[in-house]
Nanobody, 122 residues
Framework: QVQVVESGGGLVQPGGSLRLSCAAS????????MYWVRQAPGKGLEWVSA????????NYAASVKGRFTISRDNAKNTLYLQMTSLKPEDTALYYC???????????????WGQGTQVTVSS
């Protein structure tokens, strides 16, 4: 069955860095756009970043552009999010998600994991 498992979250001071990972299984990872989305306490789901199947196109929310980098390793079925210059407002539960359609960017997700918590605090 389709499964995505996020890891790498933790507590970090403002200005610090973290790298999130997402291990995917049960589907042809290389055929799907993949996303990172997040949910801050008391708020709705926020799209963070997207990457196409061949890693030639990446998109970012304005709030993270220039600080976060999305990447993927199709040979390892793994998605990454490198986060730098972290701010307290980046505190959230971060989810890895799969686009609902193969090969296309729809901004609709059909599978996501349990999330990994990122807390930015001094």
């Amino acid at each position: 069955q389709v499964q995505v498992v996020e890891s790498g979250g933790g507590l970090v001071q403002p200005g610090g860095s973290l790298r999130l990972s997402c291990a995917a299984s049960g589907f042809t990872f290389s055929s799907y756009w993949m996303y990172w989305v997040r949910q801050a306490p008391g708020k709705g789901l926020e799209w963070v970043s997207a990457i196409n199947t061949g890693s030639t196109t990446t998109n970012y929310a304005a709030s993270v552009k220039g600080r976060f980098t999305i990447s993927r390793d199709n040979a390892k079925n793994t998605l990454y999010l490198q986060m730098t210059s972290l701010k307290p407002e980046d505190t959230a539960l971060y989810y890895c998600a799969r686009d609902k359609a193969r090969w296309r960017l729809t901004y609709a997700y059909d599978y996501w994991g349990q999330g990994t918590q990122v807390t930015v605090s001094s």
